[in-house]
């Protein structure tokens, strides 16, 4: 079996209270054929901080500090300072299982992919469970017609990464889903699996509440089926972790 080679891939903008879970839970994989390379856009927190004070347990680990446009910008540049063969794109509010990076590798090497994501499940909850469930559920099952990636988690090679150019940076929302179907269109070999065990946040649930931000996930799917990439706000949607502290 071959070991592949990753570079895992974290943009991250006032994260400090969820980087050190990701940071962590990386410093603990079996697997240790990786790299982390955190693209910053200026935090105010401590974002930089805590990051910095995981350089024992990840010897690979790039902090690099720089005014992105959005999250699209941050991965690409993320993406060009690496050298691996596989890019893993991260947001900062996931945690992995400590066999993650071993599963994937395992994947790629028995299904000889090009590209992949996982499911997103919820650590606590029954209405986020479920709810996810139902989304993983429906990428699964439109995996030949439309193939999509979560954005919390998208794994790629390098080579096919680079032929479509990475993420389109002038898209607003579904950067995710546009870069998978430009995948498509070059032949990638890619597959979604319910394992190994990525948990998301359910912040955004927990901010605007399930209806509303189930709202924005169906109509930018329906946007992008009917019209193509979302390249002006059809709706607001917030970035950085100082938007779930300000009061509701």
């Not at 856009?41 to 690979?60: A, G, H, P, Q």
Request: hydrophobic letters at 40%; one cysteine or more; proline letters at 2%.
């Amino acid at each position: 079996m071959i070991n592949h080679s990753f570079s895992i891939i974290i943009p991250t903008l006032n994260e400090e209270k969820n980087i050190s879970l990701l940071l962590n839970s990386l410093a603990f994989q079996t697997y240790k054929n990786f790299e982390v390379i955190v693209t910053d856009s200026f935090s105010v927190d401590k974002t930089k901080f805590i990051t910095e004070s995981f350089r024992e347990k990840l010897t690979k680990l790039k902090f690099i500090q720089k005014k992105f446009k959005n999250v699209s910008q941050a991965r690409n540049y993320g993406a060009s300072l690496s050298k691996n063969e596989f890019l893993i794109f991260f947001d900062a509010d996931v945690k992995i299982e400590d066999i993650f990076l071993e599963e994937i590798n395992k994947k790629i090497n028995r299904y000889n992919l090009d590209a992949l994501t996982v499911w997103n499940r919820a650590e606590k909850g029954w209405r986020n469970k479920f709810i996810f469930f139902l989304l993983n559920l429906s990428m699964l099952l439109f995996q030949k017609i439309k193939p999509a990636a979560n954005g919390p988690c998208i794994i790629v090679k390098k080579s096919f990464f680079d032929k479509v150019n990475g993420f389109d940076e002038e898209i607003v929302f579904g950067e995710d889903f546009d870069l998978i179907q430009r995948l498509a269109k070059k032949k990638t070999h890619f597959a979604v699996f319910s394992k190994p065990i990525l948990y998301v946040s359910t912040r955004r649930f927990e901010k605007e509440g399930i209806v509303r931000s189930l709202y924005k996930s169906i109509k930018a799917i329906l946007y992008q089926l009917l019209f193509g990439p979302i390249k002006k706000p059809i709706f607001d949607y917030k970035m950085g972790g100082q938007y779930y502290e300000d009061k509701k």
